[in-house]
Structure formats: structure tokens, C-alpha cells
């Protein structure tokens, strides 16, 4: 045992390490959140925490329990598959009360005109003009129903 | 467009690792470099840089000591750098950073420090007065045995130590190597080479730095410099070199051979935005000039006084070219488009928390640890103090 | 607005309940949600895009996305005989407002909505230090933002470009392919308010699912396929010069 005698501080330098080992155990053991490990290497509970995010937009399915009128209007017309929220904005509010919120009345000069302005860049099936040549200023909603834009005078849907 | 050309994706136009991870390489690096140029002498017998030994052994430990700063003024959330001790992801080459440093820090540099300067640190707990007495009583951990047979011990120990040494410390700085090169995202970044590339450079850096250093203090202590000591790292710092300047050589030419499709983009980046660090400052001045110097060195036979004056420039022009080979790394990995449409500037701010001005307060933090060190624990054996270093 | 108030009175109480039972749900909770039973994707048709930029503001809108970062954005390509493989690119802003009158030339144009693939194999999720980001169990490439250090190392990571560290929260951000949203059954803001459908949800999990039946009736591609990351925002009609 002479050999151990000379190398006492070798053993409390190994002791410096047990002990740090030891203390990092139970910090670990206080600090690591409990669902982490749940379904992977992560904190399960992150699942939760981002899926209970507020929606700021109530999806057209929500639109159409109350504006039924609408929805019909324009599952008849080229703007069937544009949903509600598209123009006029985040309305999620609205649907949970209503009273709350009254949506704004939309500019048909900017919201048309983003979709619609003819650009050689735009698929060439897809419905678009120049803007002054075509109205000549006189805005768009006095032809065309937004729900439904086709212009019923002249016979039949564009 | 702030200075963006041709097309970015709009999320890659700021840099997200600034010059604070530039220099986090750089120090490891210096780390590893100067622990191996130790290593020398204690595992392969090379006596003649013996007086460099202890030296080396305290630059490592200055180096190290600052080495996690940049990396916490650089996290969005420093407090939670912890979690890389208690949730590592084994997946990820960064999780190993906190075990793999305080693996080196304590179970070999730390250690293998305590082993060889035991018996100084005994024998100045005995001869000291007031907190330094506590200081190195602590040190001692108690124990005041400096008989032969414990020093005998501490010495096998102490080799051992340093043999496992040597490949934590490949690990400590080839895994930052990893960290880049396992990127599949960004070809600059994406090699095998990208590890063995950062440790021969890291070596070239440790051993032309402990190199200037040991020049440096030894002049401040008006000594004699022992030349067969520096003419053999000046040797070993040749060698080591070639090998760096030919795994970088063999990165370009097989590049340039394969010319896939991010070839073009990173051809064009290296000949604009990284004309001035990547040609002109890693390769002519910080590779090719040093390597000639030395060459040069080598086959003539110069005066002491002409050696001397070589090696130091060599040596500052060799670390000038390591640094930059972690700034073309680390920012010219950022300022082309992954797209290879584009390219973007890189703004380094001067009084930021990742500016100029931290990272040069960094750099040199390093040398005040090491002039502390030194005055704790004398690398010296003659009697007088050591003046404070300033490294060059 | 035709609702007579009869009708008002007795569909706005029911209405707002719904509505609230769908905001409080859980996905773990739900009683209609089981996060084994999905497995999420998305479509993205080319040829349908015009370039509105109604998706980057939608979701801008939806995710509180900052100025300047875009958890999706709009490219726009200008490929001539000459440059297939240098294809002119431009996406101001994202693509938040829409992009400039393209003249007519020689060339072709189209548009290219770009967002996080939530790649089965993702690059990002291998390389995060401590398990911030993680594929859920449902498919979907999420970041908790009380775990995340904000390394950015996941940003280096992703080939496509889509993540960002967040300037106030300084941890990463990225599509969560409106995770809040479709484990209520909702569809993402991008896809509700795109007026073409050139965006689709799709849960690869649902043979029911028409947009499931889309992919296996047309050819479709991811990008970057040679990284093998599993993405699965799937491109129909995807040009070759697509970065």
C-alpha cells in the first residue's frame, strides 16, 4: 500500500471530479424540464405551447355559419375558391364576436388591382388588365360584384 | 440593395456568425497548437524545446480560459448554455462543445499542469505569505507530499496525461472542423478535409504563437534565447506548415477539377469579396511568404541575429495567415447565396457586443491571463519574477 | 348583408361557441386530434402562382412575422433561352407587396412560393446543440423558443434558407406550418388566403385527402432534391432553373 500512500493527492483530485459529477446529477435532475424526452429529444410540452397560438384568421368555414348569403353568391361566380379573409383581412375576432369588430370597407382600387394588373410575368390563362386602360379610372366595383364578378349584362361569366 | 448583389433568399442577406466565431476557432486552435508543441517534448522526447514546455502549458490554459466567451456574447440566450451539459443532442457536432472542453480543461490541461508544477506549488505554499498562502494551499489540494517517489508517480501520470492529451486535443479543435464541414448546405463549409484542414492550421498557429511568445518573454527578462530550441520549432513549425498549405491546395484543385454546380458562385466570391483575406492575407502573405522564409532558413545557414528576425516575422505573418483562413471560412461561407445567385456584405460593427472592438479585446485578454499565470506559476526555475508579457 | 336578425341572434351565439371550442383545443387533448394520425405536407403548384404576395402578408399577419424576415416569400424567375442555368431572380420584399410589371420579352416568367419543406430528414433538427427544434410526431419542423440558445446553427444548417433568428425573442423562428391552425382543423393562413391555389395543406396520412390524390396523379418535385432531406413541400411543375 505504499504506492497509494504517495499518490493521496492523485485521489483527491479524482475526489474534485466525483464530487462535481455528483452535484451536476441533481442540478440535472431540478432543471431539466419533466416532458422533455416525451416524444423525442425535446420538451414535449413544446407541442402544446405552440399549438395553443391564438389564430388570428377564422378560415372561411367560420365566414359561412353566419354569411351563408355570401357563400352562395360566390360558389356561383370565378371567385369560388377565394376565401373570405383573402380581402377582407384577419377577421378572427370578428367571428368569436362579432359585435366586437366590424371589418373595414375594402379599396377596390388596391385589392383588384394586386390580383389583376396585367404583367407578361402572370400565367396567361389567368384573368388580368391594365388597370387605366380598362376602367379609366371608374372603379372596379361598378361592373363587378367582388362575391361574384362576372359581369351579368353581358351575358355570361368572363 | 444594402449591399446585396444579384439574388439573395431574403432570410441570407444578414450574417448570422460574426467575427466572434471567427476568433473562437482561432484560440482553440491556438490551444491545440500549443499543447501539441508541449507534447513534444514530454511524449516524444524532442529536448530541445524543453524550454518552451511549461510555457506552452500556460499559454493553452490562457487561450482556453477566454475560449467559451465569444461563443456565450454570441447566443441569443447565454443562460441557457447549460442545457448543452444537461440535454446534449447527440446528433449535433456542437453538443459536444461542453464536454469535450471541460473534458480538455480539466482531465488534461488543468491536470497535467497541477502534476508538473506540484512541487513548486508545495513549496510556495510554504513560503508565501497572507492569500496567495490560501491560494496555493487550495492549489495543493491539501496535500504536501513532494517526496520522490510522489513526484516519480506525478511524472508516469503525468505522461499518460499527456498522451491522452493529444488526440482531446485534436478532438477540442477537429470538432469545430466537424461542425462546419458536416454542413451539406453550404459547399464552401462541406468537406472531410474541413477538420483535418483546422487541425494542422490550429497546430501551425499554437506552435508559431508559443514560439513568439517564449521570444517575446524571454527577451523581456533580458535572457539569452535558446536558439537550438527555437531553430527546432522553427523546423517542426516548417513541416507542420507544408502539410497545412498542401490539404488546402488539394481543397482548391479538387474544387476547381469537380466545378459543380457551386463551383462558379464561390470562383467568383474568392476572386472579389475574398480577393484581399483569402489571396492576398492567407495565401501570399500569411502561407506562401512564411513557408519560403522558413524554407530559406532551413538550407542557408543565417546569423543568429537574421535567424531570430525571420522567425518572428514568420511567426506573426503565420498566425495573420490562420486568422484568416477562419475569417475566409466562417464569414466566406456566408456571403454567397445558397441559391449561387448572389452575394451580401458583411457589416462588422465597431462598439456592438459581437463588434471589432470586443473581439480585439478578446484576442489579447488571453496574454493578461497568461501574464497572471506566469507570475502565479514561474515557467522558470531561476529565481527572479517574470516581467509581463505582451506577445507580439 | 342580408341576415335578418332573427337569424343573427340565433347563429352568432352558436357560432362564437364553436369558435371557442376550436381556439382552446390541444392537440394532445382534443378529442379529434391524435398526433400519430397525421402526417403533414404541402402542395405547391406553379403554374397557379401570380404573384400576390397575399401569402407572405397573410402569414405576416398571422405569425406576428417581423419586418424584413419572412417565414415564406415569393421568388420570381426570368429564365431566357440563354440563362437556364443563370435564371434572373427577384423577390422585393418577399414578395409582401406583389411584384413589378414584367415587360414582354422572349423569356419565361413564373413564381416560385418558397417556406420551410418540413423535411422528413431535416438538416436543421440534426445539427441543433440541445433539442430546440425538433419534427414533431405529426411531421411538422417546429423550434421551441423557451428552449432554443439561439445559436444559429440550425440557420446554417437549412438548405433552403427558410429560418431566421427572431430580432426580439433572439431564438430561431420558421414556418410552423401554422401548427396552431391545423391541429384545429383550420388550414394555414398562407393556403386560406392564396386566391388561386397554388398552395394546398396535405395530410399524407389521409387517403382521403385530395391533395394526397393530387401527388400520386402528377409529377411532382422537391427542392434540392440531391440533399436528401426528405422535404415535403412538394412543387408541381417546377422549373429545372429553380434555385
Redesign the interface.
Known amino acids: 500500500m505504499n504506492a497509494f500512500k504517495d499518490a493521496g493527492h492523485l485521489f483527491r483530485f479524482a475526489g474534485l471530479f466525483v464530487l462535481a459529477f455528483i452535484i451536476f446529477l441533481v442540478v440535472r435532475g431540478y432543471v431539466v424540464?419533466k416532458s422533455?424526452g416525451q416524444?423525442?429529444?425535446?420538451?414535449g410540452n413544446?407541442?402544446?405551447?405552440?399549438?395553443?397560438?391564438?389564430?388570428?384568421?377564422?378560415?372561411?368555414e367560420?365566414c359561412e355559419?353566419?354569411?351563408s348569403?355570401?357563400a352562395d353568391a360566390k360558389n356561383k361566380g370565378k371567385?369560388a375558391?377565394?376565401?373570405c379573409?383573402?380581402c377582407h383581412?384577419?377577421l378572427?375576432k370578428h367571428?368569436?364576436?362579432?359585435?366586437s369588430v366590424t371589418p373595414a370597407k375594402l379599396d377596390t382600387a388596391i385589392l383588384c388591382a394586386?390580383?389583376h394588373?396585367?404583367?407578361?410575368?402572370?400565367?396567361k390563362g389567368?384573368p388580368q388588365v391594365n388597370p387605366a386602360d380598362h376602367s379609366n379610372g371608374v372603379p372596379c366595383e361598378t361592373c363587378h360584384q367582388p362575391h361574384n364578378p362576372a359581369i351579368a349584362d353581358a351575358g355570361g361569366a368572363k | 440593395m444594402n449591399g446585396v448583389e444579384g439574388?439573395?433568399?431574403?432570410?441570407?442577406i444578414g450574417l448570422?456568425?460574426s467575427v466572434l466565431i471567427v476568433l473562437y476557432p482561432f484560440i482553440t486552435g491556438l490551444v491545440a497548437g500549443a499543447f501539441i508543441l508541449a507534447s513534444l517534448e514530454r511524449v516524444f522526447h524532442v529536448e530541445a524545446v524543453k524550454p518552451t514546455y511549461r510555457l506552452a502549458l500556460l499559454t493553452a490554459l490562457s487561450f482556453l480560459i477566454v475560449a467559451p466567451l465569444p461563443l456565450q456574447l454570441?447566443?441569443?440566450?447565454?443562460e441557457?448554455?447549460p442545457?448543452?451539459y444537461f440535454?446534449?443532442?447527440s446528433?449535433?457536432?456542437?453538443?459536444m462543445?461542453g464536454y469535450v472542453y471541460l473534458w480538455y480543461l480539466m482531465a488534461v490541461l488543468v491536470f497535467e499542469i497541477w502534476l508538473d508544477y506540484r512541487k513548486d506549488i508545495v513549496l510556495l505554499s510554504q513560503s508565501s505569505k497572507g492569500i496567495l498562502r490560501i491560494l496555493y494551499k487550495l492549489m495543493s489540494l491539501g496535500s504536501s507530499n513532494i517526496s520522490p517517489r510522489a513526484l516519480h508517480i506525478d511524472e508516469k501520470v503525468g505522461w499518460i496525461v499527456t498522451l491522452i492529451g493529444i488526440p482531446s486535443a485534436f478532438l477540442l479543435h477537429g470538432y469545430v472542423g466537424f461542425?462546419f464541414g458536416?454542413?451539406?448546405?453550404?459547399p464552401w463549409w462541406s468537406s472531410p478535409l474541413m477538420p483535418v484542414v483546422f487541425i494542422f492550421s490550429a497546430m501551425v498557429s499554437g506552435i508559431a504563437g508559443v514560439m513568439l511568445i517564449y521570444m517575446a518573454t524571454t527577451k523581456l527578462r533580458r535572457q539569452k534565447i535558446d536558439m537550438r530550441c527555437v531553430d527546432t520549432i522553427a523546423m517542426y513549425l516548417f513541416y507542420i506548415f507544408i502539410i497545412d498549405f498542401s490539404l488546402e491546395m488539394l481543397d482548391l484543385i479538387h474544387r476547381i477539377y469537380e466545378a459543380d454546380e457551386s463551383f462558379r458562385s464561390l470562383d467568383f466570391m474568392v476572386h472579389t469579396k475574398l480577393y484581399i483575406p483569402h489571396i492576398v492575407i492567407q495565401i501570399v502573405l500569411g502561407t506562401a511568404t512564411p513557408l519560403v522564409l522558413l524554407f530559406i532558413t532551413l538550407i542557408v545557414k543565417f546569423p543568429e541575429q537574421i535567424r531570430k528576425r525571420i522567425y518572428v516575422t514568420s511567426g506573426c505573418l503565420a498566425m495573420m495567415g490562420i486568422f484568416a483562413m477562419r475569417w475566409n471560412v466562417v464569414i466566406g461561407g456566408?456571403l454567397f447565396?445558397?441559391?449561387?445567385?448572389g452575394y451580401t456584405t458583411y457589416k462588422m460593427a465597431l462598439v456592438t457586443r459581437e463588434g471589432s472592438l470586443v473581439a480585439l479585446g478578446l484576442a489579447i485578454l488571453p496574454l493578461f491571463i497568461l501574464w497572471a499565470l506566469i507570475k502565479l506559476l514561474p515557467p522558470w526555475s531561476s529565481e527572479k519574477q517574470a516581467q509581463p508579457a505582451t506577445g507580439d | 348583408?342580408?341576415?335578418s336578425r332573427r337569424?343573427?341572434l340565433v347563429?352568432?351565439p352558436?357560432?362564437?361557441i364553436?369558435?371557442?371550442a376550436?381556439?382552446a383545443?390541444?392537440?394532445?387533448q382534443a378529442a379529434n386530434y391524435k398526433?400519430s394520425d397525421h402526417w403533414w405536407g404541402m402542395l405547391i403548384d406553379v403554374?397557379?402562382?401570380?404573384?400576390?404576395?397575399?401569402c407572405v402578408r397573410?402569414c405576416a399577419?398571422?405569425n406576428d412575422v417581423p419586418d424584413g424576415?419572412?417565414r415564406t416569400?415569393v421568388?420570381?424567375y426570368?429564365v431566357n433561352d440563354e440563362n437556364m442555368t443563370?435564371?434572373?431572380?427577384?423577390?422585393p420584399?418577399?414578395g409582401k407587396e406583389?411584384?413589378p410589371?414584367?415587360?414582354?420579352?422572349a423569356g419565361k416568367?413564373?413564381?416560385v412560393p418558397?417556406m420551410c419543406n418540413h423535411c422528413a430528414d431535416s438538416?436543421c433538427t440534426?445539427?441543433?446543440?440541445?433539442?430546440?427544434?425538433?419534427?414533431?410526431?405529426d411531421g411538422v419542423v417546429?423550434v421551441?423558443p423557451?428552449?432554443?440558445?439561439?445559436?444559429?446553427?440550425c440557420?446554417?444548417?437549412?438548405?433552403?434558407?427558410?429560418?431566421?433568428?427572431h430580432p426580439e425573442?433572439?431564438?430561431a423562428d420558421k414556418c410552423?406550418l401554422c401548427?396552431?391552425?391545423i391541429?384545429?382543423g383550420?388550414?394555414t393562413?398562407c393556403c386560406?388566403?392564396?386566391?388561386?391555389?397554388a398552395r394546398q395543406l396535405v395530410d399524407l396520412k389521409n387517403p382521403k385527402d385530395p391533395i394526397h390524390e393530387f401527388l400520386k396523379t402528377h409529377p411532382v418535385q422537391v427542392l434540392k432534391p440531391q440533399?436528401a432531406t426528405g422535404a415535403k413541400a412538394y412543387y408541381n411543375g417546377l422549373d429545372g432553373s429553380v434555385?
Open positions: 424540464p422533455f416524444y423525442g429529444h425535446y420538451r413544446a407541442i402544446t405551447d405552440i399549438a395553443a397560438h391564438p389564430a388570428k384568421f377564422a378560415g372561411h367560420a355559419t353566419c354569411h348569403d355570401v371567385h375558391h377565394v376565401n379573409e383573402a383581412g384577419a378572427a367571428a368569436e364576436d362579432p359585435a394586386r390580383c394588373t396585367a404583367s407578361a410575368a402572370k400565367p389567368f | 439574388f439573395m433568399y431574403p432570410n441570407e448570422q456568425w454570441h447566443l441569443g440566450h447565454p441557457r448554455s442545457e448543452m440535454t446534449p443532442h446528433t449535433s457536432a456542437m453538443a462543445f461542425i458536416s454542413i451539406k448546405a453550404n456566408q447565396s445558397k441559391s449561387f445567385l | 348583408m342580408n341576415l337569424h343573427f347563429l352568432a352558436a357560432a362564437a364553436a369558435w371557442k376550436v381556439l383545443g390541444t392537440p394532445d398526433l403554374p397557379k402562382c401570380i404573384g400576390c404576395g397575399n397573410a399577419t398571422e424576415y419572412f416569400w421568388e420570381r426570368h443563370n435564371p434572373e431572380v427577384i423577390s420584399d418577399g406583389g411584384f410589371v414584367a415587360a414582354e420579352d416568367y413564373f413564381f418558397k438538416p440534426q445539427v441543433c446543440p440541445v433539442g430546440a427544434t425538433f419534427v414533431s410526431p417546429l421551441d423557451k428552449y432554443c440558445l439561439g445559436c444559429a446553427y440557420v446554417q444548417a437549412c438548405p433552403y434558407g427558410c429560418r431566421y433568428i425573442k433572439k431564438t410552423t401548427y396552431h391552425r391541429t384545429k383550420l388550414t393562413a386560406e388566403n392564396c386566391p388561386t391555389g440533399m434555385r
